[in-house]
């Protein structure tokens, strides 16, 4: 019994030796790992050092501290770490470990750029943990060159080999130095950053809590300060894949849409400016976020920018709007909107309840805004088929014009190609100095069918009150009447048909709901597409060619003839009986002149001569060409000899109740 007993203690002192001995060995194993990874970094050129290593084989902890690196390449960031505990560390093979989890703490970095302009950014992240964490055991190689863009690709190719089922950050600081006397120092902090379901390049869902910022603006030397507070940003379904795509240029040929954010949304953004502006918005959402790799090209604008800081000449200023538009063409949003957003000024306070973009439409609605005379209100404004695209080449295009010569007119009228219409609804707004007000129902014009820059089809509707101004002599035989306000509905519209050369102003109607409505219609045939041009030379040319079409017109009086009579009976002196009447003698004396000219004259005269006599009547008038009627020809006969222009259509005129 006695030698059993012994022999169970030497074999647990034995035991015992073992497991300290191949605890030793792990723990050297694994500095040696720790230690070659440092050796790496040192043979590129930098500093690497760390502290205390440990590492416990129960349960499979390591610990590093005092970690500070400082690459060779002065463009990537000088780090250092107080501690790192991995906790369940696993190496399924020399290239790659795994940690049930990892907690940072005491993170320092350090980053400096000289790309452009010398800008200097520290963070500071006091702790970091991540759970169910993969990832490489080494870098994948440094950035190639020291430009921005390659730094975000190495940094990019590093997200894209980990993954981790949360990463949790309490606090994060930036202070960012842009230079003595430079605007666009400050300091960001970052409170409660969460990371959801990290896997090698793609982020199930990322945010925090609250960002705040206070930064310095202005020009050099004569900062302004800026600060905000942005709640409750969250970012769902990140893919990176695509942006690496894009930033390869040697596989950077894709042509497709790609989405790289599923939506970004935040609760509240405020952001204070002296002197006392303060904006706030009640949240934003942005969906389905994605880029074009073979058009989004940011290195190609960067390289555009003068290292030294030089203004742009026009030409440079050209390609760099063509680069920007490229730019545009690669990049997508599919829904945006931006919440309830107040600007408060010293001269007072502006509203407005959302801005919404929808594919290529873009709405701002709600809006309320000072003005010297009293506040300006607006249901709604809406951009049809907008393209920011668009714009930047338009406004490229307006770059290469003669310094100090006005554009041309094919330059100004490339503004039609931006979009292809707007709309305004729901106006109040105050009229000049009066207490009346100018409201607006609705204006809303669009085009299409653009010829060259000249669009060849355009609809115009205009709903409005305005008050009739005492100032403006034409409108005081409106006052005069009582009229104080003036109710316009109008509807143009017009069209060009290539195919048959035909042109048409239809529907063309105009309604003065107190005064009268008119509706007209004009038909031209024969229209060149030669027409459409901004050179008046061949314009003139083109119109040789075309012929006048029918003419209809139709006008209901809703109180303009007696308006008309009770002007003419006060500078006559008469009464509004004898006022009408001797209106009705001028126009049938009239007509008796020109009836020799035209058959149809003399029945349109008594149709005219009716519809003074009664009021509240219909005047429909039909003018039909009797032959072929160039348009010029018949503009250079109207000006010469009015009755023979006349005598060149048919004439139909009637009047009813």
Do not use: C
């Amino acid at each position: 019994m006695k030698r059993i007993l012994i022999g169970l203690i030497v074999a647990a002192g034995l035991a015992a030796g073992g497991w300290f001995g191949f605890n030793l060995y792990v723990q050297h194993r694994a500095t040696s790992e720790v230690e070659a990874a440092f050796e790496q970094l040192r043979a590129g050129g930098g500093k690497a050092s760390h502290g205390k290593i440990g590492f416990e084989l129960a349960t499979r902890t390591l610990t590093i501290e005092d970690i500070n690196v400082e690459p060779a390449q002065p463009q990537l960031a000088n780090v250092k770490v107080a501690k790192v505990t991995a906790v369940g560390i696993r190496q399924p093979d020399e290239a790659h470990f795994s940690a049930d989890s990892i907690d940072v703490s005491g993170v320092e970095v350090a980053f400096t750029s000289t790309e452009r302009a010398k800008l200097k950014a520290n963070y500071k992240i006091p702790q970091i943990s991540a759970r169910d964490f993969s990832g490489p055991t080494r870098a994948d190689g440094p950035p190639l060159s020291g430009s921005i863009i390659d730094i975000y690709r190495f940094m990019l190719a590093q997200y894209a080999t980990v993954s981790a089922s949360s990463i949790a950050v309490p606090t994060l600081g930036v202070n960012v130095d842009a230079g003595t006397g430079n605007p666009g120092s400050g300091e960001y902090v970052y409170s409660g950053l969460s990371i959801q379901n990290v896997n090698r390049g793609q982020i199930e869902t990322a945010k925090t809590d609250r960002v705040t910022f206070a930064l310095e603006l202005g020009k050099p030397g004569k900062p302004t300060k800026m600060t905000g507070e942005l709640s409750g940003l969250a970012i769902y379904d990140v893919d990176a894949t695509p942006v690496r795509a894009a930033l390869d240029q040697q596989v950077s040929s894709d042509d497709s849409f790609h989405r790289i954010y599923r939506r970004i949304s935040a609760n509240s953004y405020v952001i204070t400016t002296a002197p006392g502006v303060r904006v706030q918005i009640d949240g934003f959402t942005f969906d389905d976020i994605a880029i074009r790799p073979s058009k989004f090209r940011p290195a190609e604008i960067i390289a555009l920018v003068p290292a030294d800081g030089s203004i742009l000449t026009p030409a440079q200023s050209h390609d760099m709007m063509e680069k920007v538009a490229d730019f545009f063409e690669g990049f997508q949003i599919g829904k945006a909107e931006i919440g309830k957003q107040t600007v408060e000024t010293p001269q007072g306070t502006g509203r407005l309840s959302a801005l919404k973009y929808d594919q290529d439409k873009i709405a701002l609605e709600g809006l309320e805004m000072p003005m010297p005379q009293g506040q300006l209100k607006m249901e709604r404004f809406a951009l049809k088929s907008f393209s920011a695209a668009k714009l930047m080449r338009w406004a490229a295009n307006l770059r290469l014009r003669t310094p100090g010569q006005p554009p041309s007119p094919d330059q100004m009228l490339g503004l039609f190609g931006v979009l292809e219409g707007a709309e305004i609804k729901g106006v109040v707004a105050p009229y000049k100095t009066t207490r009346q007000h100018f409201t607006v129902d609705t204006i809303s014009l669009s085009w299409g069918q653009l010829v060259g820059s000249i669009p060849s089809k355009a609809n115009l509707l205009v709903k409005m009150v305005t008050p009739t101004d005492p100032a403006n002599p034409a409108l005081q035989p409106l006052i005069m009447a009582g009229v104080d306000k003036l109710a316009i509905d109008l509807d143009l519209g017009a069209a060009w048909t290539e195919s048959s050369g035909a042109f048409a102003l239809a529907p063309a109607t105009i309604d003065l709901g107190n005064l009268a409505k008119a509706q007209a219609r004009l038909a031209f045939a024969n229209v060149p597409r030669g027409l459409f041009t901004t050179d008046p030379a061949q314009a003139m040319g083109q119109a040789a060619q075309v012929e006048t079409g029918t003419f209809e017109l139709s006008l209901r009086d809703s109180g303009v003839v007696d308006l008309v009579v009770a002007q003419f009976a006060r500078t006559q002196n008469v009464s509004r009986d004898a006022a009408r009447s001797a209106i009705v003698e001028m126009i049938r004396a009239q007509g008796e002149k020109i009836a020799g000219s035209s058959v149809d004259a003399g029945g349109a005269v008594d149709a005219l001569a009716g519809f003074v006599e009664t009021s509240g009547q219909t005047l429909t008038v039909k003018l039909t060409p009797r032959a072929k009627v160039p348009l010029m020809q018949l503009m250079q006969l109207s000006r010469s000899d009015p009755e023979s222009a006349l005598a060149q259509f048919k004439i139909e005129a009637s009047t009813g109740l």
